[in-house]
C-alpha cells in the first residue's frame, strides 16, 4: 500500500507563486512515476506535470510549461510542484499520484495510488 498526502495549496492571487507537496511512503521508488493532476471545477481530471524516478526526467502539460517545476527530495520520497506566475484558470484541486514502469506518465489510467488532493484558488 501507498500513502500519498498533498499539501500546500491554498487562496493565492494571479501572479503569485505556491508550492504543492507530496509525501509518499509504503513502497520501494525503484521504478516509480510521480505525478501531479488537477480537476477544475466541472471539469475533467487533467496531467500537470510529471516525473520518472529512476531518471529524474520531468514531463509538462503545455499549461504549466515555462510556470510550473516538478522536483523531488530522494532522501524524505517527498515531491513537489513549483508553480510560478499563476493563472486564474490554474484554480482547481490538485492531486499527487504514482504509478509503476509508465510508457506514458501523461496518462491517468496508468497510476495507481492517489492522493486526497489540495485545492488551489487563484484570484484576480
Known amino acids: 500500500q501507498v500513502q500519498l498526502v498533498e499539501s500546500g495549496g491554498g487562496l493565492v492571487q494571479a501572479g503569485d507563486s505556491l508550492r504543492l507537496s507530496c509525501a509518499a511512503s509504503?513502497?520501494?521508488?525503484?521504478?516509480?512515476?510521480m505525478g501531479w493532476f488537477r480537476q477544475a471545477p466541472g471539469k475533467e481530471r487533467e496531467f500537470v506535470a510529471g516525473?520518472?524516478?529512476?531518471?529524474?526526467?520531468?514531463y509538462y502539460a503545455d499549461s504549466g510549461k515555462g510556470r510550473f517545476t516538478i522536483s523531488r527530495d530522494v532522501a524524505s520520497n517527498w515531491v513537489y510542484l513549483q508553480m510560478n506566475r499563476v493563472r486564474i484558470e490554474d484554480t482547481a484541486d490538485y492531486y499527487c499520484?504514482?504509478?509503476?514502469?509508465?510508457?506514458?506518465?501523461?496518462?491517468?489510467?496508468?497510476?495507481?495510488?492517489w492522493g486526497q488532493g489540495t485545492r488551489v484558488t487563484v484570484s484576480s
Open positions: 516525473l520518472r524516478w529512476s531518471t529524474g526526467n520531468v
Open positions: 509504503g513502497r520501494t521508488f525503484f521504478g516509480v512515476v
Open positions: 499520484a504514482a504509478g509503476w514502469y509508465l510508457s506514458n506518465p501523461v496518462a491517468q489510467s496508468g497510476y495507481d495510488y
